[in-house]
């Protein structure tokens, strides 16, 4: 009885975190994604404003992360913040006029494409994306 209530105590730990991770958001325009927790590390590439990122580990003042893709890299913590934003997921995702397939397209954007979340309802979010001021729909299904 002892080992059953130890392995679905581990379950409940091991799949509560992964439901739990913490997510942060690039707050400045651009960002270098490093190999490593220091400037002295390599930039693997660079991320734009309100790109989401998943939180693996914090290490002084940088962090450790996932993105949308499953890339693994670190960024300075004075980038981020707990912003709610979200990535488009899919080749081509519709933003609309309002929160419902009835509305017209106002756009189309390609896979990877970061938004700031200005406001939810049902499955639908209200985003906004950093260089295109105008707010617009798009289903929570295409987006991470």
Request: aromatic share 12%; glycine share 6%; with cysteine.
């Amino acid at each position: 009885m002892k080992l059953k209530t130890f392995i679905l105590t581990l379950m409940f730990v091991l799949f509560a975190g992964h439901v739990f991770a913490e997510r942060l958001t690039v707050k400045s325009s651009v960002a270098n994604v490093r190999s490593g927790p220091g400037k002295d590390y390599e930039i693997l590439w660079k991320v734009e404003q309100y790109h989401p990122l998943e939180v693996l580990t914090k290490s002084d003042q940088w962090v450790q992360f996932r993105d949308f893709e499953g890339d693994i890299g670190w960024i300075h913590q004075s980038l981020v913040a707990s912003i709610p934003a979200v990535i488009t997921r899919s080749d081509k995702c519709n933003v609309r006029e309002g929160p419902s397939t009835k509305f017209g397209i106002q756009f189309t954007v390609e896979r990877g494409i970061p938004f700031k979340v200005l406001k939810r309802q049902g499955k639908w979010l209200q985003v906004i994306h950093h260089a295109d001021k105008r707010p617009g729909w798009i289903h929570k299904s295409l987006v991470w």
